[in-house]
Structure formats: C-alpha cells, structure tokens
C-alpha cells in the first residue's frame, strides 16, 4: 500500500484526497475554547488495516473513521490506536461527541473505552453519545468496572466530572439510530459471520451522504442502501493476496474460511458501487493490509473490472473534504 503522505492515483477517475498531516493545525487545544472551530466539512480515515493483528508498526491501524460536518464530529468505529490517530490528524479529544460501532470485532470497538478516557482526561467535560449493535452497554460498563479505581481516583483528586455519567450508550439494531437537526443515521443489517448484529451504517447530511458497508460479505442489498451516495467507504479483500494472512494464522484453514465467507472481493465492491450509483468509492479495511509484493495497482485493477467511477485508496489520516 502507498504511504499516507502520498495518495497514489492511476488510471482513469481516480480523486485526489487531501492527506493530513499538518494541514489542519490550528482547530485548538485541551485548553482552547469549548467549542473550537473543527475545520472543514471532511472525512478522515484514521485507520485502514483489516483485522486486530499489527504486524508493522503502527500504520496501517485498525479501522476508524471521522467525519466532521457543520462543525459536529462523528467517529465511526474505534478499532486499536484510535486515539492516537484523532491527535495526529489535529483533532481536539475534548470535543468528541458521537461515536458509532458497526459491530463488536476488536477491530472495531477495542479502543472504545481507551478513547472516552483519554479525551476526559485532556479535558472532556460534555456528553458523548455512544451508539452500537446489542452488546453495547455491556462494553461501556466492562470499561467503567475496569477503570473504577482509576477514574474515581482522578475526580477525588484533580476534580474531574464522573466520566461514567458523561457518555452515554445506546443500542440499534437495523433501521433508523439517531436523528438531530443536523443528520440522520441509519443502519442495514450486512453478513459477516458468525456475527449477527453487524451493519452498514448510512449518515445522510444536507446535501451529503455518507455510507460506511462495515465488515461484510458480498451484500447486494447494500446497493441500495447506499443508492446515490455521495461517499461509499466498502471493505475490500484481494483473493489471491489472502494467503498471506492464512499462512501467518496457526488456524489456517478456519482463517481462511471466515475470510470467504465474512469480506468482499474487491471486484464485487465494484459491483455494488456501479449498482449503487454512488458518486465516490473509498475502499478501506484492507484484507491484507501489509501482504508483501501487494501494490496498489493491484488494488485499483480489481476494482475496476466492475467500478469505472471515481475512486479512492483509503490511507491512515487521510483527508476527503465532503
């Protein structure tokens, strides 16, 4: 894969993201004002990586996504290094607000409670609203029992408010999550088994759709889930470079068939994009993320038996302006 400072585009149709890095500086600080100016209108794939396994370094990171829009961020799964991610892109933690899981793989969720704590210990004093398949709850409360001592220690004694009561958690299941003035979401129950309650998850803004496919199989209902979206973030799995993580897995030939049957081809990515009609299509969640010998241009011809449209190699911190 390219590194995240230097998009590689070829052939026909394919954006030119705005990579971070150093672009944004300036959105503020723990210590700035309340509610800073949180920049452009944006998505920002923090991490990019398919699965939990770090195999070299810390980039590509598991799956997590911003969206900033209207001055409101979004989170959209907390995969391992999260955090770390959101400073680097010069996100402010204080002003995290909405955080959204797809499912409860670790890859998605691992980091959930590491991010609320660390953005409460740089000065969180507002809610936080946390949305996630059944299980949900009970992965906010496993954190507040864990970090009891910890976090009740740190109110005592640097006069913090109760963390505990500032985040809020909240189950969906497929159908309408949450609805403001400013974005309505929703979800669609995908395949990704053995995992029932998984979803894709659709944030529709004034003028801007954004759709995320989550961990899935190939899913044709997605298409129109996602039916004239502005932006389509789908997992992607190259076939023949799978066996680079199969070999890597003592349980080779269980891996191997949770791969088959849980992610999407990447030719058939392109064919829910074209049945979709969606203006841009992101992938991301790679699987392999880090094979040997695996280029993007490998990447970019799978996808384009079946996707002609504009076309967007996701990278750790990289910027889309929406």
Do not use: C
């Amino acid at each position: 894969m390219p590194t995240r400072r230097s998009l590689l585009t070829a052939g026909t149709g394919i954006s030119a993201a705005v990579v971070l890095g150093g672009s944004l500086r300036g959105f503020g600080s723990a210590s700035a004002q309340p509610a800073p100016n949180l920049g452009p209108n944006r998505l920002v794939t923090l991490g990019t990586r398919g699965g939990p396994s770090i195999r070299t370094g810390f980039t590509p990171s598991p799956s997590a996504n911003l969206i900033v829009f209207d001055n409101v961020p979004y989170v959209i799964d907390t995969g391992y290094g999260t955090g770390f991610k959101l400073v680097e892109s010069k996100f402010p933690l204080p002003q995290l607000r909405y955080i959204f899981i797809t499912h409860h793989h670790s890859d998605h969720n691992a980091e959930f409670g590491l991010l609320v704590y660390n953005s409460w210990a740089m000065g969180l004093r507002t809610p936080i609203d946390a949305y996630g398949p059944a299980g949900m709850q009970r992965l906010a409360q496993g954190f507040w029992d864990a970090y009891e001592f910890d976090i009740e220690t740190r109110m005592a004694d640097e006069g913090r408010p109760d963390l505990r009561k500032l985040v809020n958690a909240h189950e969906y299941t497929e159908g309408e999550v949450m609805k403001t003035d400013k974005v309505r979401v929703s979800a669609l129950r995908n395949l990704h088994p053995p995992i029932t309650e998984s979803f894709a998850l659709k944030f529709e803004f004034p003028g801007k759709t954004i759709v995320f496919s989550g961990d899935t199989a190939y899913h044709p209902p997605l298409a129109q889930f996602a039916k004239g979206a502005d932006v389509l973030v789908h997992e992607a799995m190259l076939g023949p470079a799978i066996e680079f993580i199969v070999r890597a897995n003592p349980n080779a030939a269980t891996m191997l068939k949770h791969l088959k049957e849980s992610h999407t081809l990447v030719a058939d990515v392109g064919r829910i994009a074209t049945d979709a009609g969606v203006k841009t299509l992101v992938l991301s969640h790679f699987v392999p993320a880090d094979a040997p010998n695996v280029t993007a241009q490998r990447w970019i011809d799978g996808v384009r038996e079946t996707w002609k449209g504009e076309l967007v190699l996701a990278q750790d911190l990289m910027e889309i302006r929406l």
